[in-house]
């Protein structure tokens, strides 16, 4: 009933820019957190960044000053804007997002397929 759908992931040199957008969309009655996380191979997955409704925004401290992360509530969606990538930064980011399906639905965290970054010269 409902997907995150992430796009924008790529290739990109070390020291240049990514920008990551993850959609929601099916039945949603409301949006509340959303975050970015990355998975790096042999890792555990990570919280990258995270934005309340209002636009409370947390970082990881490897990515702050870097990274940015804002939402789009009209259209349902997240972004990660990524400057300064390293190689480091190489991993699967996903997005998820807590959601409310109806008024009395539970809140539900729900979850993309999936983005390669890749850091690399």
């Known amino acids: 009933q409902v997907q995150l759908v992430e796009s924008g992931g790529g290739l990109v040199q070390p020291g240049g820019s990514l920008r990551l957008s993850c959609a929601a969309s099916?039945?949603?009655?409301?949006?509340?957190?959303m975050r970015w996380y990355r998975q790096a191979p042999g890792k555990q997955r990570e919280l990258v960044a995270a934005?309340?409704?209002?636009?409370?925004?947390n970082y990881a401290d490897s990515v702050k000053g870097r990274f940015t992360i804002s939402r789009d509530n009209a259209r349902n969606t997240v972004y990660l804007q990524m400057n300064s990538l390293k190689p480091e930064d190489t991993a699967v980011y996903y997005c998820?997002?807590?959601?409310?399906?109806?008024?009395?639905?539970?809140?539900?965290?729900?979850w993309g397929q999936g983005t390669q970054v890749t850091v690399s010269s």
């Open positions: 099916g039945r949603i009655f409301r949006i509340n957190d």
């Open positions: 998820n997002a807590d959601i409310k399906t109806s008024v009395l639905g539970p809140l539900t965290a729900y």
């Open positions: 934005i309340t409704s209002g636009g409370t925004t």
